[in-house]
């Protein structure tokens, strides 16, 4: 099945997605990173786009969809997670076009629903663990060994570049205007949960535990 999680920057999806992987084995495709991977490899696209991502600004859909196309050259799970993809109309369109091909199609999105006020003090906490790229909060959610990454064990965490104020006002203003129209493309498919993510990191994970379990996903 094909899960799509949505929500502004900051609202949990990378931290529920993060788990999901590892408690049930799903796979997860945050575009966000497959970005980044691109940049720190310093690949052609990573040099075209870093500055793009460094200001806040949303890649191409034509770019996005090329490397969503990728993800299912690749290989075949039975459960996915898309972490930020779509973020346009015009790529959850193509999108359907892509998973019709694999005989796939969008099973369910998860509304990530957070107020703005909660997203900024969030954002400017996140830690990123440098090895493996664990998400972490300083305060909220920290690794249980100060200064340990619980799943790699490493030791270095970084901060995003696109996690400045100005980038991330772009981020933000991006989400309002472009984005969260793609919820009201999936709800007019009845396919929509929503769950509120102000809540703390486990309780969150109940909320989409259950969601997931309401379509016998998950037990
Ligand atoms: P991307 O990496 O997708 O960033 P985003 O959507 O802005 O989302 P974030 O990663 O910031 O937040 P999240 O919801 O995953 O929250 P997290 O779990 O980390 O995209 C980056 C850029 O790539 C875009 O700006 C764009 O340029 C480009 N891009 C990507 N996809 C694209 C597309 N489809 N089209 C065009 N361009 C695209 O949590 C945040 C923090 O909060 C962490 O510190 C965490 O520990 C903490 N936290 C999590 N849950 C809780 C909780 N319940 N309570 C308290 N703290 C919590």
């Known amino acids: 099945m094909v899960f799509v999680f949505f929500g502004p920057p900051g609202s949990g999806k990378g931290t529920q997605a993060q788990y999901l992987v590892k408690k049930y084995g799903f796979r997860h495709i945050s575009t966000g990173q497959l970005l980044r991977q691109e940049i720190q490899n310093k690949t052609a696209l990573g040099l075209d786009i870093k500055s793009h991502i460094e200001a806040g ?3 191409s859909d034509g770019v996005m969809l090329e490397l969503v196309k990728n993800v299912f ?9 898309f972490d930020g993809f779509p973020r346009t109309v015009h790529q959850a369109i193509a999108f359907e076009g892509i998973l019709s091909v694999n ?21 400017k906490g996140r830690l990123t663990c440098k090895t493996c790229g664990h998400v972490y909060h300083e305060v909220n959610n920290p690794p249980k060994n100060v200064g340990v990454c619980d799943f790699c064990h490493g030791v270095s965490f970084e901060k995003r570049n696109d996690d400045e104020d100005s980038a991330l ?5 991006l989400y309002k205007t472009e984005t969260q129209t793609v919820k009201d493309f999936y709800s007019d498919r009845g396919i ?21 379990a309401d379509l016998g996903i998950v037990s």
């Open 57 to 59: 600004e949303l890649v």
């Open 73 to 81: 050259r690749d290989k075949n799970s039975e459960h996915v997670i």
């Open 103 to 123: 005989n796939l199609r969008v099973d369910l999105v998860i509304n990530f629903e957070v107020s703005f006020d909660h997203l900024l003090e969030r954002v």
């Open 169 to 173: 006002k772009r981020r933000f203003e």
């Open 192 to 212: 929509v949960v929503s769950i509120d993510a102000s809540l703390a990191v486990e309780t969150v994970k109940k909320n989409v535990e259950e969601a997931l």
